[in-house]
């Protein structure tokens, strides 16, 4: 059992950065498949960035690919999400989920392991 809890959220205006951080408190992270899912008011949950568990393999969401970086540190059993030029729709709760599979996948359902949510809300 993977326990995994964010870190990072908060206010930024428009064009600002953000770090998300995600720790591992029970578990080991160094095999899974890593991600980062959004949910904004009134939307369906989406993936936002993935990562394999060597860190060679990445994934973005279009919108936010050149702006988010994702990754991770096996050692110190966390996941990173770099947000940079962040703009208003980007404004979401924010989960780290892990996978025991192999691949990255876009889809939640496939995820095992998730965070409480982190709450990030980009004003114009």
């Known amino acids: 059992q993977v326990q995994l809890a964010e870190s990072g959220g908060g206010l930024v205006q428009d064009g600002g950065s953000l770090r998300l951080s995600c720790a591992a408190s029970s578990g080991t992270i160094g095999s899974l498949v890593m991600g980062w899912f959004r949910q904004a008011p009134g939307k369906n949950r989406e993936f936002v960035a993935g990562?394999?568990?060597?860190?060679?393999?990445?994934k973005y969401l279009d919108s936010v690919r050149g702006r988010f970086t994702i990754s991770r540190d096996n050692a110190k059993n966390t996941l990173h999400l770099q947000m940079d030029s962040l703009k208003p729709e980007d404004t979401a709760t924010y989960y780290c989920a892990a996978r025991a599979g192999w691949g990255i996948t876009f889809n939640g359902l496939e995820y095992h392991y998730w965070g409480q949510g982190i709450q990030v809300t980009v004003s114009s």
């Open positions: 990562i394999s568990a060597s860190g060679g393999s990445l």
